[in-house]
């Protein structure tokens, strides 16, 4: 006698009886970069969605034209008001001999003088210098005559990787014209900003006494 099927539950036949899988960790890593990637992509993008006028006012920095004198030679350069020293004298003027080290103003690498004075150039607004008579490391020299402190570092052996050698005799030159080189300790703590990552501490020590005519 042919028996009919027995009619199933739905609900029971659909039912998954394995309990779900919890997220692993490479889902969850999955999922935050492509959220990450989209909220970045959104932000990209939507910066195209200013209106003309905004954008073009966030486009236009504030600028302003001033003259300074470098090296002897008188500059007249309009600038981004943002725009240091450094910026402009490697970037505008193409004096790349001081160097951007921490452009934080900690290690001493960008050193000019300033009206005689040594400053870092990092933390130096350009707009700041108006009339300003700036002294770099290209300037030191006269013709092919070297400066009393550039050959005194040849002489000492005073740098190894060079890099922050400019920074160092500009600021060697001004603890001469300060008349701190009374004793080794003095031009340590005078000098004590320029950082040099290479060691050659005594060296630059001895350069400067040799300048300065203490050695």
Same mark, same amino acid.
């Given at each position: 006698m042919p028996t009919e099927p027995v009619p199933q539950d739905s609900s029971s036949a659909t039912a998954d009886p394995s309990p779900p899988m919890a997220p692993t960790r490479r889902t969850v890593l999955a999922t935050g970069a492509a959220v990450g990637t989209a909220v970045v992509a959104g932000g990209v993008l939507g910066t195209g969605l200013l209106p003309e006028p905004a954008a073009a006012a966030a486009a236009a920095a504030?600028?302003?034209?001033?003259?300074?004198?470098?090296?002897?030679?008188?500059? $007249? /350069?309009? +600038? #981004?008001?943002r725009t240091s020293l450094l910026d402009l004298l490697r970037e505008h003027l193409d004096l790349t001999g001081s160097k951007k080290g921490c452009d934080a103003?900690?290690?001493?690498?960008? $050193? /000019?003088? +300033? #009206?005689?004075?040594?400053?870092?150039?990092?933390?130096?607004?350009?707009?700041?210098?108006?009339?300003?008579?700036?002294?770099?490391?290209?300037?030191?020299?006269?013709?092919?005559?070297?400066h009393a402190l550039q050959q005194a570092f040849i002489d000492q052996d005073a740098f190894q990787c060079g890099y922050c050698t400019p920074g160092q005799i500009l600021s060697g030159v001004a603890c001469i014209q300060e008349g701190h080189t009374g004793s080794p300790e003095e031009i340590r703590e005078r000098m004590s900003g320029n950082i040099c990552r290479c060691g050659c501490y005594p060296k630059i020590v001895r350069a400067v006494q040799q300048a300065a005519g203490k050695k």
């Open positions: 504030p600028s302003s034209r001033l003259t300074l004198t470098v090296n002897g030679t008188r500059h $007249t /350069v309009t +600038v #981004d008001n103003g900690a290690c001493g690498a960008c $050193t /000019v003088l +300033v #009206d005689g004075r040594r400053q870092n150039a990092c933390l130096t607004l350009a707009v700041r210098l108006e009339g300003a008579e700036v002294t770099t490391i290209e300037g030191l020299a006269d013709g092919g005559q070297l």
